[in-house]
């Protein structure tokens, strides 16, 4: 096992790029957005992600709720189960992620992503940067894209 | 003291993250805003900050020109010297960070916190990125959001 | 030569700021827009590059099409190769960059930015954060801005 | 066969008009946009026209990428092609087209449909007028509509 | 009677083109707008119309619904009926224009148009382009212009 | 010389495209816009044709105004003479042009176009069509886009 070594092939990228990278005792991941590569289908809602997942969440099973909240806290939780699977498959864990920036396409979904984050990280928090951008790909249904960066020392 | 050590409580976060994370050599920083925590006080002026950095900043005194160059100008000297405060809490000093990535709500702001960045760095400047985003937490009277990247190797 | 040396003066900054920073056995590089530092001239299309650059790009030398296509593919190669020649100006060669952040005023442009990259990346791809911004410096005119990092380990 | 005869039944139209009309040796066609009038569906991408033009077209399997590129070239691909399946129903062939009017929702889509153009008119290119209009029937999925005019003379 | 003569005087133009012109066995004609060019009068609703033409349209007598509709219809009427006319004026008759080139400006209309384009062509209809274009002269009350183009061969 | 000849190379087109085709009787022009295809230039304002056509269309000296009408006279004035060059070059002459579809970037342009194209038209005008559309190619300079269609009989 080399300092620099290849990704793996858990998160198939939607373009021609590495889902990680080692680089001495850092693993820097690309940006997540809450797309399932294997079915080139977008997370939209409570329906796109497990039913337990949904639960934790908070889904209400009110059609006029769901619809609101839903797109934002499905997409929090897949992206942020995206990064712990990445982060796993290159030998860490999610408390090795000690820093995240969130680009977002409207801000007002900060207190939903904000909850949600508080579940994947009941140890220290990670440092963070956040800020709302016009657009993230691969469409305007991108609400979140999140880029983590891990440390996980070479034995 | 680890490689890996806890954010101090010098900056206290507005939401659930860290102020300043170590990995390996490196000191890693949330990006900061110019609310001041202890006051959940957003800086829009030289009224905000202590005079001496406003005479520094070069307030006029005019009612006309202060109310226009004064937001910007405050909250980059805020922002900075926050910087430098959390730097320093981490065991640096302001010459130790090599890089920022700064948004902007407007980019005709950036000469002005041009001018105050060159206040913190008279020495070897840090490698620099800079782009204009729709929106910062917590609200839109903030108009500069700043990420600082610092190297301070352990003995 | 230490670990944290000085940025050479392969690309001169419009601001003060550095090129490019050694932290350890990283190094870390400014954003980089399509401005000719030597010339203050921006890169508005295929007749601001070198001819073979344009032809491996694409150019069809109809005017309706290459005036459609040509900004962004030009901007997109000079970009690269500034990305290039840096790195190189700091001991590496591109294949050591491992990262990349990518700030497009339109994602519509994506394709294009795509396509490019693979012809300076034909190996093992970085790991890539892609959104879309308001505005970056100095003018509207600059479609993209890219934010890259290499580990280049010191002897 | 006279000189003004009927239209054939091989385009169905989406309303209460004729899909070509012969007036002397020439044939007339409606504007044709991409909609599958058997199935009354729209085109939005690779995924609606079959596998051999969408490689011929250049998808790339990347997710980001077909899905920016796929609507416009799918489109193009798809009205050019029924336009050449109304004028063989009416007795001529492709090389028989001398006139294209061509409205775009986005000029910026040009360069693909020109790239495509080109496949079908191998030989001597038409006429051809090209303009960016506000809407086109039947929703604003529709990014392109070409209205055709082919010389068939009678024997 | 030669293949090209002078177009008649049914319907005065407002700049100086011509109402019709013929070439070889066709008759073309200028776009028709709802504009009463002896009056210099805009037609605005079913009171600028014949009686007997606003009850087939559909006149409701009621104000909310006619407001909203009789500009439309009654603008489609007019156009219609003027080519007509024209036509007429030409030597044909309205079975024999064959093509149509609608500009609306608003495509929600189309639905009220369409139905008073079956009025006047009961029989073969003709080949037909619709787009939605920014504005028409004279003002932004003109919803609609249609071109038409006519076969009548010379004996 | 067949009734469907092969385009002259009088007008260098934009893209893959002829400038005119002949088809029976007829001759059909592409949409003419105001850029010079040999220098790749776009026509702008009265320093952009020749010195005697400024001072036809009414080039005051003064600066304000020939900046507002320049843009628009310039181009009505080359985009007409271009027409009459390429049906020159078809064989026929500018009395031969009986149709018109003229798109503007802003009707308020049109009694400037209106004037100029008395100028080409002394005796009997062409039927027209004139509508407002939101874009042309290459790039928004364009004001105007004028598709002509002439009469010229074969012997």
Same mark, same amino acid.
């Given at each position: 096992?080399?300092?620099?070594?290849?990704?793996?092939?858990?998160?198939?990228? &939607?373009?021609?790029?590495?889902?990680?990278?080692?680089?001495?005792?850092?693993?820097?991941?690309?940006?997540? +957005?809450?797309?399932?590569?294997?079915?080139?289908?977008?997370?939209?809602?409570?329906?796109?992600?497990?039913? /337990?997942?949904?639960?934790?969440?908070?889904?209400?099973?009110?059609?006029?709720?769901? #619809?609101?909240?839903?797109?934002? &806290?499905?997409?929090?939780?897949?992206?942020?189960?995206? +990064?712990?699977?990445?982060?796993?498959?290159?030998?860490?864990?999610?408390?090795?992620?000690?820093?995240?920036?969130?680009?977002?396409?409207?801000?007002?979904?900060?207190?939903?992503?904000?909850? #949600?984050?508080?579940?994947?990280?009941?140890? /220290?928090?990670?440092?963070?940067?956040?800020?709302?951008?016009?657009?993230?790909?691969?469409?305007?249904?991108? &609400?979140?894209? #999140?880029?983590?960066?891990?440390?996980?020392?070479?034995?």
């Amino acid at each position: 096992m080399t300092p620099m070594n290849q990704p793996s092939t858990i998160a198939q990228p &939607l373009a021609r790029y590495a889902a990680w990278r080692r680089a001495g005792d850092f693993i820097f991941l690309s940006g997540v +957005i809450a797309v399932d590569p294997a079915a080139a289908r977008i997370v939209r809602g409570y329906e796109d992600i497990p039913p /337990e997942a949904a639960t934790l969440l908070g889904r209400t099973g009110e059609f006029s709720t769901d #619809v609101k909240e839903g797109p934002i &806290l499905a997409q929090s939780w897949y992206v942020l189960d995206r +990064i712990r699977q990445t982060v796993e498959a290159a030998g860490g864990q999610m408390s090795d992620v000690f820093k995240l920036v969130q680009y977002f396409r409207c801000l007002d979904h900060f207190p939903h992503y904000s909850r #949600v984050r508080k579940h994947f990280f009941p140890g /220290e928090p990670p440092v963070s940067t956040v800020v709302e951008v016009s657009a993230m790909l691969p469409t305007d249904d991108i &609400l979140i894209e #999140v880029e983590a960066t891990a440390w996980v020392p070479l034995r």
